[in-house]
């Protein structure tokens, strides 16, 4: 949209040097806007990936629902188009479709807001404004046809207007009563525009030269400034040249996303926000694991219990047999493999055979000796 008194001094700013517009990134999500410098012919395009140069200098910009801009161009390589002004397609590459001449474009050759609308009857509009009046353009199905005009409410200049998707509502920022304030019309295609509803925003600078208006995905308003020292300002001529800015709106908030170069007009639009692409599913690979080596698990005893070995104990030493005593002979007394029994047990049996064999065995052998004496005795008596 063209700045404050921009128009009478469009023919002159083509002969200073051209300022390039400064580039923005990131910009807020499905954000789209054309902006032209002083000196610069055509338009440049600001996306997601970067400012793209056009050969057409466009305004009244909105964006469908396929993401395709439509806008109208007055000029291609700096020259006026014939019958001006064109209907043009553009994408977010920057590829331009030349329409023709717009439709009822008398009416249309001062346009300079625009915003897209669905009707109920499901056709796709273009809601141009042009001064006091609202003019929508059909744009599907069928070819492009102009529709009933509206008239606006008494309002200062307003260089762009967007359509809140939530409400309906047209939105603009225009300077009212000292102060940038966001107007909401109520808008429907049978009855006109209704009431006016206004909230003023501080921190925006007072001044109706806001040439592009988007409404973001969640709900904030994109506000491009337009501010431009016009001819002759520059190095050595004493007047800096002024930038305009680039604003987002929350409530009565503002806050500065970026400084712009000088601009003469400028434009905003919102696309839908593409979704990213699904991400394969992930699928988990199988590590191999090597189990930990087996443990003997080991028993906790019981309080107070006593803890008793169960390691067989060892072998005693085996005697060799020699040969047989003589009938008069005491012969020792013959040892048995003893039964296993608990460590603590056998330690016990084997203490108590000692004790026994110690006291015992010498009175055994004296009975033995008198025993095998007698027998002697009873052998000679019978001879």
């Known amino acids: ?23 923005i990134a990131p910009l807020p999500p499905g954000l789209v806007w054309v902006g032209q410098a002083p000196g ?12 793209i140069r056009l050969r057409y200098s466009l305004n009244a ?12 161009a007055t000029e291609l390589d700096g020259r006026r188009l014939p019958d001006a002004p064109h209907l043009v397609r553009v994408t977010t590459a920057g590829a ?17 807001g625009a915003a897209m609308a669905t009707a109920a009857d499901g056709s796709t509009e273009l809601l141009v404004t042009t001064g006091d009046r609202l003019r929508p ?7 492009p046809a102009p529709l009933a005009s509206h008239a606006l409410p008494d309002l200062p200049y307003a260089g762009d207007w967007a359509i809140d998707p939530r409400t309906g509502e047209l939105v603009t920022v225009v300077s009212m009563a000292g102060a940038a304030r966001v107007v909401r019309l109520r808008w429907d295609a049978a009855t006109g525009v209704g009431a006016v509803d206004t909230t003023p925003v501080p921190a925006l600078p007072p001044s109706s030269a806001y040439g592009g208006v988007a409404v973001l995905a969640d709900g904030s308003i994109a506000a491009v400034f337009n501010r431009n020292a016009g001819p002759g300002a520059g190095a050595g001529t004493g007047r800096a040249p002024m930038g305009g800015a680039l604003y987002r709106i929350t409530g009565t908030r503002a806050s500065k996303l970026a400084d712009l170069g000088p601009l003469t007009s400028s434009d905003a639009a919102t696309c839908p926000v593409p979704s990213p692409p699904p991400q394969p599913p992930v699928v988990a690979r199988a590590v191999p694991t090597t189990p930990p080596p087996a443990t003997a698990a080991v028993a906790t005893p ?27 002979a005491p012969g020792p007394t013959p040892s048995k493999q003893p039964a296993f029994v608990p460590t603590t047990v056998a330690l016990a049996a084997s203490e108590a055979r000692h004790r026994i064999g110690s006291r015992y065995i010498p009175v055994v052998g004296a009975l033995m ?10 052998r000679r008596s019978r001879r």
């Open 1 to 23: 949209m063209p700045g404050v008194q921009l128009r009478r001094l469009a023919v002159t700013a083509l002969a200073v040097t051209p300022t390039p517009l400064v580039p």
């Open 40 to 51: 610069v012919t055509g338009s440049t395009l600001h996306t997601a990936t970067g400012p």
């Open 61 to 72: 910009m909105a964006c469908g629902r396929d993401g395709l801009l439509t806008a109208l």
């Open 96 to 112: 331009v479709t030349d329409l023709g001449p717009a439709p009822g474009r008398r009416d249309l050759a001062t346009g300079y």
């Open 137 to 143: 353009l059909r744009l599907s199905p069928g070819p």
């Open 302 to 328: 019981a309080p107070g219990a006593v803890a008793v070995r169960t390691t067989p104990p060892a072998k005693p030493p085996v005697r060799s047999r020699g040969p047989s005593p003589s009938p008069g």
């Open 369 to 378: 000796v008198a025993a095998v004496a007698v027998a002697r005795l009873v």
